[in-house]
């Protein structure tokens, strides 16, 4: 992470930083920014692949997971 060590050293954990690929002193609008566009991009993902579309179509967010795991 690119960040103020000072920062980075009070920081107990970074997992959720990393997942959306925000820095620890990052400003609220950029973690919310991050959110909305992962959010964007998963959407995009399972609605633009037929096969997964359908799947959501018929199973919702149950069937996307159903899906993960095959």
């Known amino acids: 992470m690119n960040c103020d060590s000072n920062i980075q050293n009070k920081v107990k954990e970074t997992g959720y930083y990393d997942i959306l690929g925000v820095n620890v002193d990052a400003k609220n609008v950029t973690i919310k920014t991050s959110y909305h566009a ?33």
Do not use: F
């Open 38 to 70: 992962k959010k964007l991009a998963e959407a995009y993902q399972i609605l633009s692949n037929p096969d997964t579309r359908k799947i959501y179509n018929e199973e919702g967010k149950e069937g996307k997971s159903k899906e993960e795991l095959q």
